[in-house]
């Protein structure tokens, strides 16, 4: 098969793929032969996989169909939630791309890499002409991070450093920031140096006590502009037609988000 | 001044500009030798602003300061809804991205097409590598769309075509799709055709019942999985460090988000 | 006709009744011979309802119908919308109830009245042989409040004094409280001195910030217990059976509810 | 010690007791003597608390800290919760009691009654001069139920009845009503026999599916007017001081409410 066609619109050797049986059943797999997918509700064998296009549907051992799909970022990214609580969420990753006007050929920074999720996100839309400059403080993060941007495939376009971001980082000029610190007042003067003004950036926050406090360092400087604090919820269906009604229990806070834009500095 | 620094690192004549008094005055003007911008602040000559680099903070004749900056597209589409109810927001826009999994070089389906700001979106986003085919039946609308697009600047990567969708799309192989209609189960054959399998789509619904005959619809055809219903709630806040409280009222809706990929024909 | 009767079941001269033409268009007014309520939708003449039962349908000038109700409380509190922002709603006061564990024959300690609603809620539910204890420091608010507690029938069992609470109440053993007023801390040592012990107590605060003092205050005593901080967030409906939807927008903050129960002291 | 006393300011043998050391180890106990709670905090011996007033702090084994509370209804109907789902929480409750214009000496028809939580909210206020008719289908539930008002000391003020409420109720000239049943539309000519007119209604509802059907069946009896759909959404936080945070998952749906109000029939 040739190369253009594995992993684009069939599921070969090696390829990455999500089964999912039904919505609490879903599993991304990466395809071997020999290899088998063992679940409650039956076995998978990659072998009844590999070669058929994505899209298609497979039978369990059991008789029960489970569907073949690529598997989307987001899909990667959920399935984390399962390991990692506190992560920046699909919903929170969506606003942000929007207020960070993000687009392709964009120069972003990141401060705080978590495990690497966030950084995916940015790095797929600003694509290759882009690039993301990540800067993480602890040395065993960065490195699941690194594993999962590798994984991605998007290592040529994110720079990640070990490095503590408060002491400066080596960028300049660049488009865009997400900060997910617990102590991101200390930051700001590097993100003014870093940043071209009128760069977007938004700050991830947990709890109230830091947004308060980055409120008051942001005014206090005299150089950030349109500051927003926000948060959003994500409240998620049972999908049947014959009795639709929303999830019994959800995600009622990840963290909040504040928004500001870097200004040139205002006269006192 | 060159064309290189013109409108993007600097306020020139002909170029864009967000002027923000406060959170309550923001207006977005086209910046011309002579003209002024008056508001119950005081007065702004463009003459002040043309010449300087954005994030600069100028005065209006009251002393009241002003800052200059490039308006992002969502504050273009913020700016849309004092005109027009029940279009998709941006706290929207953001997990469509999301669940479209989108990057630059996608080839996007849109099926109804509004103001143009979800074509917007979608556009910057799949970049120069990638398309975005929309198809508006009201010809109207679609002017409006055309006229947005273009002063986005994004009309290269865009074919919008005045037709009535459920009637068939000219494209095929396409990677995702929004569907932005009244009844979009009368589309899903449509979708069959031009959509590549494994395909993400995202149908956006005012109604509760819309949802649910859709749900009915797409569990008939037996190709389509991963079906999810939700709705995206964003909260905001006065930002200021020492009163922070949520604004007292907000959007409460603007519409459901039915989620669902393609798959192959699944036997009965 | 006979006192017993009328008000309880008829609509007589004098008699409060609610007159519903549709969810937009609901007044309440005391009825009186010769008079007429205009609307956009016609004119209602107060004859055309005198003597007929509540529950009545009765015809506008125009043709359409208006449903004749006796006001219950909330419609009382709910027309008050209007007029003031930042009172306490009915969603608040549902769940202060059960956080109160109201029920006839209490004595209720209340600081900050505002318009009289809450203190009208509780009086209602605490009957005839409970009793409310208000504490008001505005006198313009007070004579607001007054009114509105006679016009609802409860004088008799509340005590309304127009003095400051933080320099002490009259009142001892009393069995719960409510207080709505800025800087809840200043009366600590007040509620723990006229509430017995357990006794619960709710806080309604507008600012986190507020909230954030108080829950320290309350920790420093050392004789309070089971404290919890929640909002109340009603969404309502549009009711049609065939377009059903949420609202477009809501009430998204009234405030924050602080709740806790006044123990004897711990030991350090 | 006298009668008036015990387990009215003193925690006596035989008496209930909320034994509370956190928020997330809370006991509600009969005390007696001889008997012990353990924890995985330690032991209390009961014989420490028994004597001792309510709002007392006794140490446990390990000494830590727990303080002794009368339980209030609310404690016992979140204890209720570990044990059994889709109950009507007191978030519901509350707007029940604030929609139906609940006070003491009202008539109420209950229909559905599941635990008896409901019973007994409604019991608690309409008071000794007022009464609870309670309808019942499942000889099971209504013994749990019946235990359970037995034990908040609300049997003589309610009236339980295994029966299916859809062939009618004994009772004529209620003042209001809660249904709590999957087909309400069932029940409706029932409620028009039972309720006198103007009477509000609340039904209780988990899907979007049984609200359209109610809404229908509602408009189509000519005779039922005031109705709104409404949910209620109880967001709860760490009540830190120095890290407040709203709850990271929350109770995202119990049901939806249907408020009516009973009228005279309209002529077509």
């Excluded at 032969?33 to 039978?59: A, C, E, N, Q, T």
């Excluded at 690529?70 to 969506?94: A, C, M, N, T, W």
């Excluded at 993060?141 to 998007?154: C, K």
């Excluded at 865009?176 to 102590?183: E, G, L, R, S, T």
Aim: hydrophobic fraction near 45%; aromatic fraction near 6%; include cysteine.
């Amino acid at each position: 098969m040739s190369e253009d066609v594995c992993c684009k619109t069939v599921a070969c050797e090696g390829c990455p793929a999500l089964v999912a049986i039904d919505e609490r059943r879903r599993f991304i797999v990466t395809l071997r032969h020999g290899k088998v997918l063992g679940s409650d509700r039956g076995v998978l064998r990659h072998d009844d996989v590999i070669g058929r296009p994505y899209g298609s549907w497979v039978k369990l051992s059991s008789g029960v169909y489970a569907v073949i799909l690529q598997p989307r970022l987001i899909d990667y990214i959920e399935r984390g939630f399962k390991r990692k609580s506190q992560v920046i969420y699909p919903k929170d990753h969506g606003i942000i791309i929007m207020l960070l006007d993000l687009k392709p050929g964009m120069r972003v920074l990141e401060i705080g890499v978590g495990s690497g999720f966030t950084t995916a996100v940015l790095a797929r839309i600003v694509g290759p002409n882009g690039h993301v400059y990540s800067y993480e403080i602890r040395r065993d993060m960065a490195e699941v991070a690194r594993r999962n941007i590798e994984a991605a495939g998007l290592a040529d376009r994110v720079t990640l450093r070990v490095r503590d971001a408060r002491d400066g980082v080596d960028e300049r000029g660049l488009d865009a920031a997400v900060v997910d610190m617990p102590d991101p007042w200390a930051v700001l003067h590097v993100l003014e140096e870093a940043l071209t003004p009128g760069a977007p950036v938004v700050f991830f926050l947990p709890a109230i006590n830091q947004v308060q406090r980055l409120l008051g360092a942001l005014e206090l400087r005299r150089c950030w502009a349109e500051t927003r604090v926000l948060e959003v919820l994500l409240r998620e269906y049972e999908a049947r037609a014959d009795a639709l009604r929303p999830r019994t229990t959800m995600i009622a806070h990840t963290g909040y988000l504040v928004f500001s834009r870097l200004t040139l500095r205002r006269e006192a």
